[in-house]
C-alpha cells in the first residue's frame, strides 16, 4: 500500500530530511511551510531521486484557520495521510522583554496549538483506518528546565507531554505517536545572530547532522516509543542536566544551554 507523508516546516532542515527519507520509503510526500520556493525544489529533487508524488502546500502554522484547511486540501486531492511530522517551529521572542502580545501570541500558536490542532484533525481518520505515525518534533529543552528559558523550553515540555498522552491513547488502535527530542542539528534553525553565537560557543561534538536525528527518530517511531532523544550524548547527557548539581558539569563541557 502506498503511504502519504504530510510534514510541516519542510522548506528545510528536519522537515526537509523527513521528507528526503520518508521518501526513499517510497511515500508520497505533501510539503507544507510558507516559502513556495525552496519547497518546489526539494518537490523536483524528491521526484527526480525517488519516483514519488510530491505536493507542495503553502501555508502559514500561526493561522488559527490552517490544520483545518490542511485536512481538506488534502482530502480534495484525494489524500489519505498515513504519516505526520508536525516540524515547524522557529526561535521566538523573548515572553517578558518582547512587549508585543501578538507577537507572543503567534509564537506560542505555532510552538503548540497549531501541534494540537494537526493532531485533531488527522488522527480521527488514522484511528478509523487503524494505522497511523505522527511525530511531534520537540527538543531536549523540552526535558529540563534551563535558566532563563521561558519560551522554547516550555513549548517542547508542552509537546512532549502532549504526544505521551495521545500515544497511549492511541497505540492500542494501530496509532504510534512520539515526541521526537533532538539536541544541537546542523540546521538552518541555527543561523539567526543569537544561536549562530550559541553554535560557535558549543564544542563540535554536541552537534548531530540532521540525517541522524531523523533516522533515529523514524526508526524509534516505528517501534512504538513515545519519546525519543536523538543521539547517544543526549541520551546520557539530559537525565544527568535535569540535577541541580549538572551546572558544573556544563562549565567543565563548555557547553552553553
Known amino acids: 500500500m502506498n503511504r502519504t507523508a504530510l510534514i510541516t516546516g519542510a522548506s528545510a532542515g528536519l522537515g526537509a530530511e523527513f521528507a528526503r527519507q520518508l521518501a526513499a520509503q517510497g511515500m508520497g510526500i505533501v510539503l507544507v511551510a510558507r516559502r513556495r520556493e525552496p519547497m518546489e525544489a526539494l518537490a523536483d529533487e524528491l521526484r527526480q531521486s525517488h519516483g514519488v508524488d510530491v505536493e507542495v502546500l503553502v501555508a502559514d502554522m500561526t493561522d ?24 515547524a517551529g522557529s526561535e521566538g521572542p523573548d515572553l517578558i522583554k518582547t512587549r508585543n502580545w501578538p507577537r507572543n501570541d503567534a509564537y506560542l500558536r505555532l510552538m503548540m496549538t497549531s501541534v494540537a490542532a494537526m493532531c485533531h484533525e488527522f488522527i480521527p481518520g488514522m484511528l478509523e483506518r487503524g494505522f497511523g505515525r505522527v511525530t511531534n518534533v520537540a527538543s531536549v529543552a523540552g526535558r529540563m528546565t534551563v535558566g532563563g528559558d521561558y519560551s522554547y523550553g516550555p513549548t517542547k515540555a508542552y509537546l512532549i507531554a502532549l504526544s505521551k498522552g495521545l500515544a497511549s491513547a492511541c497505540k492500542p488502535q494501530g496509532v504510534h505517536v512520539m515526541a521526537l527530542c533532538p539536541g544541537f542539528t546542523h540546521t538552518e534553525f541555527h543561523v539567526s545572530e543569537k544561536l549562530t553565537a550559541m553554535k560557535q560557543a558549543t564544542p563540535a561534538f554536541a552537534w548531530y547532522d540532521a540525517d541522524v536525528v531523523v533516522r533515529e527518530g523514524l526508526a524509534a517511531l516505528e517501534k512504538g516509543r513515545d519519546e525519543y532523544t536523538s543521539g547517544r550524548l543526549y541520551r546520557f547527557l539530559v537525565p544527568i542536566l535535569r540535577q541541580r548539581w549538572s551546572r558544573g558539569l556544563l562549565k567543565v563541557l563548555g557547553v552553553r544551554l
Do not use: I
Open 64 to 87: 488559527p484557520d490552517t490544520p483545518a484547511w490542511l485536512l481538506a486540501e488534502t482530502q480534495a486531492r484525494n489524500l489519505q495521510v498515513d504519516y505526520l511530522v508536525n516540524n
